[in-house]
């Protein structure tokens, strides 16, 4: 009879365990646990948005957040609801690239920082923007990686990654480049890059 007791607890211990685990998996901060964008404060700053957990990139490139960004690439392809927080933050860099006059004049706009939702459906990719005060949706069909080698020699990287928010999965990143480039009335390719890894040289 002790042996039979002893069976059972065990077996209500591993179902308890378990059952946090499980929990836990799927406790990842959800949508309902963030402020909404259009409530940040003001003085929000990049280690703000380290400390909530956003995926962070300095200057075009992931800094923070990897596995966070891992997660929400993980479940999106196995079509299960998800949503990430991302931050990216510029800086102007070295003045000697600008002109003395350019630089002056939008030298105390920076560093500055963009907050973006991310989310995904099951079915749909929706990325949410804060612009004037209001939050701005716009909605995606697909989420694409391209990964590959900068068209210029001089780039200061030698590889990318690049995750981009689409909705026709025939479109090279290329293709994508050379609509942004373009003069031409509807040449340009709607899309919005999310995530970007660059190997610097």
């Not at 007791?5 to 365990?17: G, H, K, P, R, S």
């Not at 920076?110 to 939702?117: A, K, S, V």
């Not at 391209?146 to 479109?171: C, H, M, Q, W």
Request: with cysteine.
């Amino acid at each position: 009879m002790k042996k039979i007791a002893v069976v059972f607890i065990n077996f209500l211990l591993f179902l308890f365990v378990w059952s946090v685990n499980y929990r836990d998996m799927d406790s990842l901060p959800s949508d309902s646990d963030k402020v909404s964008l259009n409530q940040l404060p003001e003085n929000y700053s990049l280690e703000d948005a380290k400390s909530d957990n956003c995926v962070a990139f300095e200057d075009s490139d992931i800094t923070y957040g990897q596995s966070a960004w891992n997660t929400f690439v993980s479940k999106a392809k196995k079509g299960k609801p998800a949503a990430v927080r991302l931050g990216y933050y510029y800086t102007l860099g070295d003045p000697s690239r600008y002109s003395k006059e350019y630089y002056e004049s939008i030298k105390d706009d920076y560093p500055i920082l963009y907050i973006r939702d991310l989310k995904y459906d099951g079915y749909k990719y929706t990325v949410e923007d804060l612009e004037d005060g209001s939050v701005l949706s716009k909605d995606y069909k697909y989420m694409m990686k391209y990964e590959g080698k900068p068209r210029s020699a001089t780039a200061l990287f030698s590889k990318y990654s690049r995750y981009v928010l689409i909705n026709d999965t025939t479109v090279s990143w290329d293709e994508i480049e050379n609509s942004m480039l373009s003069s031409q009335s509807g040449a340009y390719i709607d899309h919005t890059e999310v995530y970007t890894d660059l190997e610097w040289k």
